[in-house]
């Protein structure tokens, strides 16, 4: 374990059952940096995401998140979860809730912001996704590309270190995506540590520091975007490759 890393993932295997999904990843990903994990569908990265934020329990290994074992009982893991915000490929807003208020409610109740306070932090993470005009607006009101940027301001608010997003982009109508990765882009370049599945192979190589490619249970081959998408190593990862590009 080493402090100098947000996210430290050693050796980190996940089974349901007889099948072993995760079968040993070790990632490491450090304070700023933005890493894209691209792969087939069923390869368990959605699983290996879980696992950073225990709503998965991993069968075998660590995952340190700040340097804090999320597997040790003495590890506060409300407040660590705190720390990651996350988003889905389907936004999960709360439907009966406005805008504004799926964004307060967190702040409010879980770190007792002021009720004043919290909404004008929301309105400020309104304005970074660019939909400050939808406070008042009902979820079932906006488009899923304004949705899914809702969500990412409502993650935010919590004031996250880290931020893991799930095929974000995948659940959207082709003219919404472009936004949301706008969105998305602006937080890396401010410098928001992010863990990114994603199936846009441009964002990825223009967004991340480093791409991992995921691939039956296990990170086959990671490096630079230039690495892994001009000169990759493994056969699996160039099969991959010729499919998506
Ligand atoms: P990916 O996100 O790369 O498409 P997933 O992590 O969603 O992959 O799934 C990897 C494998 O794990 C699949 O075979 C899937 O059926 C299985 N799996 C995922 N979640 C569960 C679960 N809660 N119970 C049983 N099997 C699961
Ligand atoms: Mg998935």
């Known amino acids: ?83 990651i915000g996350m988003v889905f490929q389907h936004f999960n807003l709360f439907p009966h809730l406005s805008v504004l208020k799926n964004i307060t409610l967190a702040p409010t109740q879980l770190k007792k912001a002021d009720d004043a306070e919290a909404k004008k932090q929301a309105m400020h993470y309104l304005d970074i996704v660019g939909l400050t005009e939808k406070a008042a607006a009902m979820p079932s009101q906006l488009s899923g590309g304004q949705q899914q940027r809702v969500a990412i301001a409502r993650a935010l608010a919590m004031q996250p270190d880290v931020m893991l997003f799930d095929e974000p982009t995948s659940a959207l109508d082709p003219e919404m995506v472009g936004d949301v990765l706008a969105v998305m882009k602006r937080l890396a370049q401010q410098g928001m540590t992010m863990i990114v599945v994603t199936h846009e192979m441009g964002f990825a190589k223009s967004v991340a520091d480093r791409v991992a490619f995921f691939h039956d249970g296990l990170i086959q081959e990671e490096g630079t975007p230039e690495q892994v998408f001009d000169h990759p190593q493994q056969p699996a990862t160039q099969s991959f490759l010729n499919k998506v590009l």
Do not use: A
């Not at 007889?18 to 069923?42: A, F, R, T």
């Open 1 to 83: 374990m080493d402090k100098g890393y947000k996210v430290q993932v050693e050796d980190l295997h996940k089974s349901f059952g007889d099948n072993e999904v995760l079968k040993g990843v070790n990632l490491n990903v450090k304070d700023n940096e933005v890493v894209c994990m691209i792969g087939p569908s069923g390869s368990g990265k959605s699983t290996f995401l879980r696992c950073l934020n225990k709503l998965e329990d991993p069968t075998n290994g660590h995952v340190y998140i700040d340097g804090y074992d999320i597997s040790d009982p003495k590890t506060n893991l409300d407040l660590v979860r705190q720390n």
